[in-house]
């Protein structure tokens, strides 16, 4: 401390020019001037602030269709292929657990409300699938039922509550689905696959009844639908695409697609032979 | 020095060094336990940093786990070192600006040590592995209401300070001080709220969460910055603030934009409002209005001055900050185009570097601005060595540099290896790991750095600062010739 400028002493009189000991640093301090009135020159701001808002309109943009959740969240939605890869189709399950999985998202969509998630009903107005001989039995009745929907007296013989139509909105596949669903599982064990392709004779036959619209009843049923559905069966250990539900032959499923070009429909050559009548 | 030559002025400066002597004693805490935090922040950070390049390290010590190490960094990065230094530099600021002596030092002080226990019971539950799992909300739950009340109890004397202000006139300093001290209980309850009471769906909370830092970041901390820097400049270089319209423009724009920002973060994801990550994006990248009129100003306020301003060590880090400013408005932009960069932000480091950017590049380089010239104020006397303040600020400004570029750029490599699908999702932590290993590099510079600044402000604390009236500048060589400073009895 051999500076002498700074008499930090106390005993010091105090006079006008004196700061109190120790405040040295608040004394120098600059005072804040007001602040200045300059106006913003008008061009470079409205350029710059224009560009920017604009640059932020482009981004917005990218959110698309910004609030129509039906345009985004497409029914039926498939995972799309990137651009420029090959195809790889997801690996192949039987035919029983492929339509077994889609019948049962249809099951706990639709089903699952009356029926209970273990098909047994509640004993009153909505009767057990379990062991149930119309839904065990032929194919055609049952799917009769779940596409119009049933009044009246059921196999058993009881009145139960009237069932509405299901079939409104239902794709080939899923009504193919819950079939197999519910004939193979809850206890049943039925061990066949409603193909897609006999659940789409079905929509058709249930489109060409006489009295279409109204739920089927247990005489329309004896009458006119007990039957088996026209179409190949399946094997239930047939490989299938679990997405498409078509049978894949084994070669195509083990080895990748020969002929990649992107975006192309799948060669003919690689593609497996029809086996659709 | 001499220069008081009217008595009007001589009671000015008593008046203000009546204010700081109120406050000396909350305001030193609240400096001292926030570097404290900081430097614990730092050692987690560097932690969790070698853990991404070297994950073998400390792989049999459960609390060093790099999730729990990660948001401990994070955490004590914000509650420890950020809020408590912005606690000391705005209730200063306010005090000051507002002509008032603080009459509740006390209650601030113990709502003080309060904090700093909570901070300390939820950054021990988090390494516990009791955190909540969301990012800069990671303490325990019971966390947050002790936080709030804290906060209300430190902040609450501010406010009134400003309603019984002397003055009619607000300085441009005073609105981001007060609009902060305002905004953050909205943020906080509004987040915490949202997502311990009533909590909805997970991928909502996710989103709401993103929402939370982005607008903690730009709602409280660089409000605090740009707060401090608008009075740091005109005090520094004795000039006003060249257009007032201007800083209206910029403050405005900062309350109108910064928060719709945020969701960015989950572009892409099926939120079912779709638009609001685009929505995000767009206010961020309109964030770079306020930021950048607020640093033009600021700038022009500096360099208007005729005469050659003395480097101080408030100067040197304001500019700093000014530059970490800047370059947060360019990232601000850059990080949020969609159908580029946007894509390549989601799950990769550059989110991370833009955090550091905005609380170290520009929020922390203010605050040690303002505690280089707070703290002679209130400890009446000058800081020891000039050799010390210039190891700090150069050894921080490489890290950060190196932070926020290995980040921002790491991320972009990061994400674009992340989109080549076709790639083992493994090759990614190939790509990115000479850029960890840069963040931790530059974390240990960082902490190198702040040594010296941890060393300089407990030498002021206990009371050992130089008591001659010369202030230390970073150009003059003055302080090294000086003999060694003896501690003044």
């Not at chain 1, 482009?58 to 799309?80: A, C, P, T």
């Not at chain 1, 057990?128 to 779940?146: C, D, K, Q």
């Not at chain 2, 809020?83 to 601030?108: D, H, K, P």
């Not at chain 2, 989601?346 to 707070?374: P, R, T």
């Amino acid at each position: 401390m051999s500076v002498p400028s700074e008499p930090a002493d106390s005993s010091q009189p105090a006079v006008a020019t004196a700061v109190p000991p120790g405040h040295a640093v608040v004394a120098r301090e600059k005072q804040i001037p007001e602040n200045g009135n300059e106006i913003i020159s008008l061009w470079p701001t409205t350029i710059i602030c224009g560009a920017l808002l604009l640059l932020a309109g482009f981004i917005l943009d990218y959110g698309g269709d910004h609030l129509s959740y039906g345009s985004l969240f497409r029914e039926g939605y498939v995972r799309r292929t990137p651009p420029g890869s090959v195809a790889t189709p997801l690996p192949p399950k039987t035919a029983l657990e492929a339509y077994m999985a889609r019948g049962k998202k249809v099951f706990e969509g639709k089903c699952i409300t009356c029926h209970g998630p273990d098909a047994k009903g509640n004993g009153s107005t909505y009767p057990s699938l379990v062991g149930s001989a119309w839904a065990n039995g032929e194919t055609e009745r049952f799917a009769m039922i779940i596409l119009n929907g049933l009044q009246g007296k059921i196999s058993n013989g009881r009145i139960y509550g009237v069932m509405p139509p299901q079939g409104i909105g239902m794709t080939p596949e899923e009504l193919a689905g819950i079939m197999t669903y519910v004939r193979n599982y809850f206890g049943n064990t039925k061990g066949d696959v409603i193909t897609s392709e006999m659940a789409k004779a079905a929509m058709k036959i249930s489109a060409a009844r006489k009295n279409a619209g109204q739920s089927v009843t247990a005489e329309e049923l004896t009458a006119d639908h007990v039957k088996a559905l026209p179409g190949n069966p399946v094997d239930a250990t047939t490989l299938v695409d679990p997405l498409t539900l078509e049978p894949v032959q084994a070669a195509a499923a083990t080895a990748p697609a020969k002929a990649p070009v992107p975006g192309a429909a799948v060669a003919p050559a690689a593609s497996p032979a029809p086996k659709t009548p | 020095m001499s220069s008081t030559s009217s008595t009007a002025e001589l009671s000015d400066v008593t008046l203000r060094s009546g204010i700081d002597r109120s406050l000396r004693h909350p305001v030193m805490f609240f400096l001292t336990s926030a570097a404290a935090w900081l430097a614990v922040s730092i050692l987690l950070a560097i932690v969790a940093s070698v853990k991404v390049h070297w994950p073998q390290f400390m792989d049999d010590c459960e609390y060093a786990s790099y999730g729990r190490v990660f948001a401990a960094h994070t955490n004590t990065l914000i509650y420890g070192w950020g809020f408590q230094a912005g606690f000391g530099v705005l209730i200063w600021l306010m005090a000051r600006m507002s002509r008032q002596e603080c009459r509740a030092a006390g209650t601030i002080l113990t709502a003080g040590h309060v904090w700093n226990l909570v901070v300390s019971l939820g950054t021990l539950g988090l390494l516990d592995g009791r955190g909540t799992g969301m990012p800069w909300m990671e303490f325990p739950a019971f966390v947050w209401p002790g936080l709030l009340l804290c906060y209300l109890t430190i902040v609450v004397w501010s406010f009134i300070q400003f309603r019984v202000r002397k003055g009619e006139r607000t300085h441009v300093a005073q609105w981001y001080l007060l609009a902060a001290m305002i905004w953050f209980p909205w943020i906080f309850i509004t987040a915490n709220g949202l997502l311990f009471c009533a909590s909805g769906h997970p991928l909502m909370a996710a989103a709401i969460n993103a929402w939370f830092k982005s607008a903690l970041m730009f709602l409280y901390f660089i409000p605090i910055a740009l707060g401090t820097a608008y009075y740091l400049a005109p005090k520094l270089s004795g000039r006003p603030i060249p257009s007032t319209s201007l800083a209206r423009l910029g403050f405005w724009s900062l309350a109108v934009v910064a928060p719709w920002a945020g969701m960015q973060k989950l572009a892409g994801s099926p939120l079912s409002g779709v638009f609001l990550p685009y929505l995000g994006a767009a206010a961020t990248a309109l964030l770079a209005i306020p930021l950048v009129t607020a640093a033009a100003n600021i700038l022009r306020t500096i360099f208007s001055s005729e005469e050659k301003l003395p480097k101080s060590p408030a100067l040197h880090f304001t500019l700093a900050g000014l530059m970490g400013l800047l370059l947060l408005a360019v990232a601000a932009i850059a990080l949020n185009l969609p159908g580029s960069s946007l894509k390549l932000t989601q799950f990769s480091i550059s989110g991370y570097g833009f955090e550091i950017l905005a609380l170290y590049g520009c929020f922390s380089f203010m605050m040690f601005g303002a505690v280089y010239f707070i703290v002679p104020r209130i400890t009446c006397s000058e800081w020891v060595s000039s050799r010390f303040i210039n190891m700090h600020f150069f050894f921080s400004v490489y890290g950060i540099v190196a932070i926020a570029f290995g980040a921002l750029f790491g991320g972009f490599i990061q994400g674009s290896a992340q989109e080549a699908w076709l790639q083992p999702w493994e090759s990614v932590t190939d790509v990115v790991r000479p850029y960890a290993a840069v963040s931790t590099f530059a974390w240990c510079v960082i902490l190198f750095s702040n040594i010296f600044f941890f060393i300089h402000l407990a030498m002021m604390w206990m009371g050992l600062g130089r008591r001659d009236s010369n202030p230390i500048l970073l150009d003059s060589p003055a302080d090294m010739s000086a003999p060694i400073p003896q501690p003044n009895p």
